[in-house]
Structure formats: C-alpha cells, structure tokens
C-alpha cells in the first residue's frame, strides 16, 4: 500500500498527521484544455466521440482508514478524450492527485477496454495501477440490447486480478445543456483479487450515436495488505456532462 512504507512503528494517527502532508486539489479544467492543445490529435474513427475536453458536473469522494483522510471532489472534472490508433483514450482528471486513463479499441464486438492507468496520491505518495486486459474488457457491444451479458477480466503486474459481469440495463434519454441525448445504460460489476481485494461497481450511460459518456456513476470499496494491517479505500462518484461540445 502507497503509505505503509512512509510510516515508523508506533505513534498514534495524529503524530503521523503532523509528520505526513497532503496537498491533494482540483485538477483545474484549463490545465486540461492546456494539456490538450499542447498534444497532437487527430479526429477519431467513426463512430467515436469527436477528440477534446469535456466538462462534467461533479460529486464525490475518495478516503482511506490510514488517519481517515478523506478527499471531496470538485463540482467540476474533465474527462479528455484523444484518438488512438484502434480507438480512443479517455483521462479523467478530478484531483491534481486522483486520475484515471481507459484504453478502448473499436472493433466487431464493440468498444472494448484493453487497459487503464490509475493514480491515488495521499500524503505525497504516490500509487499508480495499470491494468492490462488480455482478452478485451467489453465497455458497450457494437449493436447493445437489453439483457445481454458478458465477462470482465484484467490484471495487473503485481499479480491483482479484476473479475466480473457487464451489461446492458436499457436505453434512456438525458437532458445536457437543454438538449435531448439518447443513451445506453451500461452496467459494470467486478470483484478484485490479490494485493487489493474489494469490489467496483460502474454505471455508464453512453451516447448512442458515438458512445460518449453523458453520466457515470461509480463506486469501489477495497482493501489492501499492508506492514500496518488493511488499509481501506473507498471512492464514489457520480459525473454529469455540462455540454456535449468539447473544449479545444
């Protein structure tokens, strides 16, 4: 675990408070758009949603048991999104210490994660998770209809194991910036195995026309080995888009 190996034997929870700092913040959206721009892309494949910063209304959480830090979410994030040669890159930035990046390639099944890379920082240590997904972790089939079920697996290099059961709960119209959007529900169930042991639960609801995320809501709850014992982690979340045009 990132704090286990920062932390003397003995002393009580506020002794490390006063010795361990946190400067978690927002991630800023124009440090996003200036990251962006400052990058090269092209335009996506067809059918995926077009390249640029997309703002999304924000709530949520992240804490650990360790000294029961808890970080809030901003009321805005940003999930950028960057063409790759197969598919896309989605990097959702909420806090300058909390990112996660999805790899998805578009192909006959659908869209479908081949891997991502997660940042958590706490007290100026950082813990980076990539998970590669072999076999292809299925986001949205190509053509979705309700009921349809498929698995989930990934696995990261440190032997931890990402397994379950994805979805597709229906169809629905949202609303964003006063515009009708037509959306799939895409539901997401996993449980994880190894070092970190807990569960995640996603809820997606994707444009249809070219599968941008128009509201996520997403929960995990786990617990890793530690020199100190289990250390808990959990996070909540829920983003809603501001506007379908992206920022460039």
């Known amino acids: 675990m990132l704090i286990a190996g920062g932390v003397a034997a003995g002393g009580g929870v506020v002794a490390w408070r006063l010795v361990l700092h946190d400067d978690a913040r927002p991630a800023e959206v124009r440090a996003a758009v200036a990251r962006f721009r400052a990058t090269r892309v092209g335009s996506t494949k067809r059918g995926l949603a077009e390249a640029g910063v997309y703002v999304y209304?924000?709530?949520?959480?992240?804490?650990?048991?360790?000294?029961?830090?808890?970080?809030?979410?901003?009321?805005?994030?940003?999930?950028?999104?960057?063409?790759?040669?197969?598919?896309?890159?989605?990097?959702?930035?909420?806090?300058?210490?909390?990112?996660?990046?999805?790899?998805?390639?578009?192909?006959?099944?659908?869209?479908?994660?081949?891997?991502?890379?997660?940042?958590?920082r706490f007290y100026d240590r950082n813990e980076t998770t990539v998970y590669v997904c072999g076999r292809g972790w299925l986001l949205v089939p190509l053509h979705p209809r309700?009921?349809?079920?498929?698995?989930?697996?990934?696995?990261?290099?440190?032997?931890?194991?990402?397994?379950?059961?994805?979805?597709v709960v229906g169809f629905a119209t949202l609303h964003v910036a006063g515009r009708a959007v037509?959306?799939?529900?895409?539901?997401?169930?996993?449980?994880?195995?190894?070092?970190?042991?807990?569960?995640?639960?996603?809820?997606?609801?994707?444009r249809t026309s070219d599968r941008l995320p128009v509201r996520i809501v997403t929960r995990s709850d786990t617990a890793t080995r530690s020199p100190i014992g289990a250390v808990r982690y959990a996070e909540q979340a829920t983003l809603t888009l501001v506007s379908p045009e992206p920022l460039r």
């Not at 498929?150 to 379950?164: S, V, Y």
């Open 182 to 206: 037509r959306t799939v529900h895409v539901r997401l169930r996993a449980t994880l195995a190894g070092r970190s042991e807990g569960t995640a639960a996603d809820d997606y609801w994707l």
């Open 57 to 120: 209304a924000t709530t949520g959480f992240e804490r650990i048991s360790f000294g029961g830090l808890e970080h809030a979410y901003p009321a805005r994030s940003t999930i950028t999104i960057t063409p790759t040669r197969c598919g896309i890159r989605l990097r959702w930035d909420v806090l300058t210490a909390r990112r996660t990046a999805w790899n998805y390639c578009l192909g006959a099944r659908g869209l479908v994660r081949t891997g991502s890379r997660e940042l958590h």
């Open 146 to 167: 309700t009921n349809r079920h498929w698995p989930l697996r990934c696995a990261d290099a440190q032997g931890g194991r990402e397994r379950g059961t994805g979805s």
